[in-house]
């Protein structure tokens, strides 16, 4: 890696810390996340911005509704050489283990106390929507399917027949995403 860069993302990382970061506000810590990112293209590069926030990222055979987990604590750093690990399910879709790992960076950014040395959470699809979890998907959604960019592909693609499956393409995410993020922004 580049010599500071990791200092940079971690600059990014305070700044969103201070940043509020209620519902309503999400889509503005989206952004500057995306606005970070050297490409401008889509799909959004998920695993990349773990990879540059010192993440390591992983897949593991888990249990049907666990569709992954985000564990920070010593032991895995003396076992894989860093401190930060996201996991998911390899039994899910490529789609939904991308929206997996967004969701879990959320808890990161905002649900991990970081003057604690251990942080440990788990994303069940069967998860009860409390705040916390409400927030965490919101953040997914928007980051890998950012309002203005999902409004301009739905458009372009409304008279297709492959409507769902272009978008699904496009932004790497599942159908039910998609089919969530369509009623989210009121365009069905
Ligand atoms: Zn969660």
């Known amino acids: ?110 649900d991990y106390n970081t003057k604690k040395p251990e942080f440990y959470n788990t994303y069940r699809t069967t998860d009860v929507n409390n705040d916390i979890e409400i927030r965490a998907n919101k953040f997914a959604a928007n980051l890998l399917m950012p309002e203005k960019e999902f409004e301009q592909q739905y458009n372009k693609y409304y008279n297709d027949i492959d409507l769902y499956a272009k978008l699904e393409e496009y932004f790497q995410v599942s159908r039910r995403a998609i089919d969530r993020r369509i009623i989210e922004l009121g365009l069905n």
Request: with cysteine; glycine share 4%.
């Open 1 to 110: 890696m580049r010599k500071g860069s990791s200092k940079m993302d971690q600059k990014l990382v305070e700044e969103i810390r201070k940043m509020p970061n209620d519902v309503d506000n999400i889509s503005k810590i989206t952004e500057k996340i995306i606005n970070d990112l050297k490409s401008k293209r889509y799909p959004i590069p998920i695993v990349s911005i773990m990879k540059k926030l010192d993440f390591i990222v992983g897949k593991q055979k888990l249990e049907d509704d666990l569709s992954g987990y985000i564990v920070i604590n010593d032991e895995i750093e003396k076992k894989f050489g860093k401190k930060k690990m996201i996991c998911v399910n390899s039994n899910d879709s490529w789609g939904h283990q991308r929206f997996t790992i967004a969701h879990e960076l959320a808890h990161y950014l905002f």
